[in-house]
C-alpha cells in the first residue's frame, strides 16, 4: 500500500489579479500550490483559473481596508504573498490606507492564523522618511508587517516591465499618435527595468525557502538605463522616429497637480517627484546578494523582451517594414 501523499500547500496571494499578480500566481501554480487569490472583485479574477488545474486557483474577496476579510483570506494557509499596491490615490484607496496601512492588518492576521511564510512586494525607494507619499507608505507597510511577522521577506523591484505594463505600453501608445514623445526632466533619471516574470520567479523561489527570512531583496534587471535611454530603446523596437521632447519639473508639478484631480490620471504630482529620483539596485543590496541573482536568477534583458509584445506599435504591427516612420 502507498503511503499518503504530502498534502499540497495553500498560498493566499493578495493582489493577485494584478499585473505582477497573474505571473506570480501562474510561477505558484507551476509549483503545485493551491492558490487562494485575494481581491476586492473576485469576478476580475476568474482570468486566472486556467493557469492552475480544476480547482487549484480560487478567487476569493478581501479588501486590506477591513481585517475581518483579510482574516478569512488567511484562514488555513501556509504562506502568505501581499502585492497590492496603488500608482495613484483616489476615494477610500489612498496610500496610507493601502499601502501603510494595508500590510499590518495582514501581519497581525498571519500571526493570529500562524502562518510564517510571506512575501510582501515593495518598491526600490522606500524610505519611512520621505517627503513623496508614495515611497514613504511602502516603508511603513513593510514595517507594520514586520512587526508581526519579523520573518518576512520584502522584495523592491525597479520598474517593473512586461506584456501589460503601464510603463512602455503608455509611452509607445503616445508614440503610435503623436510626432513628438514628451518626458519628465532631462531624462537623465536612473532605472533599472526588471521583467514581471523575474520578480514572479523571486516570489515563488523565496515561498520555497531560497530567500534569507526578514531580508530586503532588491530586483532590478541586467542594465541601468536613464529615463531618455529607456524611450530610445522603446522608439527602435517599434520602428518609429520621434522627437524627445523634455518637460521641465517646474512645468510638469503645476501639470501633475491638475491631472491628480483626473479619475484615473496620466500623471500625479507625486509621480513628477518621483521621476527625479534614481530607481537602481543599491551597492549594499548587490554586495550582500540580496538580488535577483543572489537567487539564482538570471534577469532577462529589456531589449530581448520588449519585442515580444511593442510589436503592435509599429506601423504595420508584426509585418512592419524594416525602416522606422
Known amino acids: 500500500m502507498q503511503p499518503p501523499s504530502e498534502p499540497t500547500r495553500l498560498v493566499t496571494v493578495f493582489g493577485g489579479s494584478g499585473f505582477l499578480g497573474r505571473h506570480v500566481v501562474r510561477a505558484l501554480a507551476q509549483r503545485g500550490w493551491r492558490i487562494r487569490v485575494a481581491v476586492r472583485r473576485p469576478d476580475l479574477a476568474f482570468h486566472l483559473r486556467p493557469l492552475g488545474s480544476v480547482g487549484q486557483i480560487v478567487p476569493m474577496q478581501a479588501n486590506l481596508r477591513y481585517p475581518w476579510s483579510v482574516e478569512r483570506a488567511l484562514d488555513g494557509a501556509d504562506a502568505a504573498v501581499n502585492l497590492v499596491g496603488i500608482l495613484y490615490q483616489g476615494g477610500a484607496q489612498n496610500f496610507d490606507a493601502v499601502q501603510a496601512k494595508g500590510p499590518r492588518t495582514i501581519g497581525e492576521a498571519a500571526k493570529a492564523a500562524g502562518v510564517d511564510d510571506i512575501v510582501h512586494v515593495s518598491a526600490i525607494g522606500a524610505d519611512a522618511n520621505s517627503d513623496i ?43 503610435a499618435m503623436s510626432p513628438i514623445l514628451p518626458i519628465i526632466g532631462d531624462g537623465s533619471s536612473r532605472f533599472q527595468p526588471v521583467f514581471v516574470g523575474d520578480v514572479a520567479e523571486a516570489v515563488a523561489k523565496s515561498l520555497e525557502g531560497k530567500a534569507t527570512p526578514g531580508a530586503t531583496y532588491e530586483l532590478g534587471g541586467p542594465e541601468v538605463l536613464t529615463f531618455r535611454e529607456c524611450m530610445e530603446l522603446m522608439l527602435k523596437v517599434i520602428n518609429r522616429r520621434r522627437k524627445i521632447v523634455s518637460i521641465p519639473f517646474s512645468v510638469a508639478k503645476p501639470m501633475g497637480r491638475i491631472m491628480s484631480k483626473l479619475p484615473s490620471p496620466p500623471l500625479t504630482y507625486d509621480q513628477v517627484r518621483q521621476l527625479r529620483l534614481d530607481n537602481v539596485v543599491s551597492e549594499e543590496a548587490k554586495a550582500e546578494g540580496r538580488t535577483l541573482e543572489g537567487l539564482g536568477i538570471d534577469p532577462a534583458a529589456l531589449e530581448l523582451i520588449l519585442p515580444t509584445y511593442l510589436v503592435r506599435f509599429r506601423d504595420h504591427g508584426q509585418f512592419a517594414e524594416k525602416h522606422p516612420v
Open 133 to 175: 507619499p508614495y515611497f514613504r507608505s511602502k516603508a511603513e507597510g513593510e514595517a507594520g508587517l514586520r512587526e508581526h511577522r519579523p520573518d518576512t521577506v520584502v522584495m523592491r523591484p525597479s520598474i517593473v516591465f512586461g506584456p501589460e505594463d503601464e510603463f512602455f505600453n503608455r509611452f509607445a501608445g503616445m508614440a
